[in-house]
């Protein structure tokens, strides 16, 4: 069985960490790796920590930037060792893969993991639409990055659901159920596939720009204000459809454009 789950593993520092979460992830059937700027890869110490995992390594994406390595997905998990000041909607690992597989049929899903010593940024986390927590003994909360990974693998293994092939009578009740919005077996239906990471990031930078040009936000806003923005936005789980209505308004409401007059 493979899980169609992304990895990301951000500024990784320590090569046979790369390789330990390859066979973390092969153990359990997710083979999607992707690297944001790691230290040292390819490296003989993340081949000899593989352990017979050398294929997710061999088919590893490397990219300069999160952003890059997410831009096809349309729900990213960020994997965080402690709790956010910024308030964020954050779940143990058994609730998260749940929402991944309720949202793993027609989006990608992407699950990044930041740096050994310091985690994601906030600025990362503002490119997830929502924070797993790995509860911990509190006196000694220091996690392994591979190890995250194997926990958060064990846990898509274990939540996956099975979808039989529908026989006729299920195809008619799942097209009844569908006007309902979701299908026989109680999975929301979406109109449309989740906006993908890109496509919100071009969004969150056009609302800026509009934002800034209209004076409601300012140069010297502090960060908080714009993470903030981009959580009401996570909340509603735009879809692409969506997306383009707010593109289109944002268009039509932005001051540094001329205004069309109104016919009589």
Excluded at 74 to 93: C, M
Excluded at 121 to 127: A, F, M, P, S
Aim: charged share 25%; glycine share 6%.
């Amino acid at each position: 069985m493979q899980i169609p789950v992304r990895i990301v593993l951000v500024d990784t520092s320590h090569p046979g960490n790369i390789g330990a979460s390859a066979r973390a992830m092969k153990t359990m059937g997710v083979a999607d790796l992707a690297l944001v700027r790691p230290r040292v890869f390819p490296s003989d110490e993340a081949t000899a920590r593989a352990s017979g995992a050398d294929d997710i390594l061999a088919r590893a994406t490397v990219h300069e930037t999160l952003a890059d390595a997410i831009a096809d997905c349309g729900f990213v998990v960020g994997a965080s060792a402690r709790l956010r000041s910024i308030e964020w909607p954050t779940v143990d690992p058994r609730t998260c893969a749940e929402t991944v597989w309720r949202e793993i049929y027609g989006n990608r899903v992407a699950i990044v993991l930041g740096p050994e010593q310091s985690g994601l940024t906030n600025e990362d986390l503002g490119r997830c639409q929502q924070l797993v927590h790995i509860p911990t003994q509190p006196g000694f909360s220091s996690l392994n990055v591979a190890m995250a990974v194997q926990v958060l693998c064990y846990e898509l293994r274990m939540a996956r659901r099975p979808r039989p092939v529908p026989d006729s009578r299920r195809a008619d009740d799942d097209a009844e159920h569908e006007r309902a919005g979701r299908t026989s077996s109680g999975d929301h239906i979406r109109a449309a596939p989740l906006a993908t990471a890109a496509e919100l990031e071009s969004f969150h930078q056009h609302l800026e720009r509009v934002l800034t040009d209209a004076g409601f936000l300012h140069p010297d806003h502090p960060r908080a204000m714009k993470l903030k923005l981009r959580r009401i936005f996570h909340r509603a789980a735009l879809d692409q459809n969506e997306i383009n209505i707010l593109r289109g308004m944002l268009s039509a409401l932005d001051p540094s454009k001329p205004r069309r007059r109104r016919e009589k």
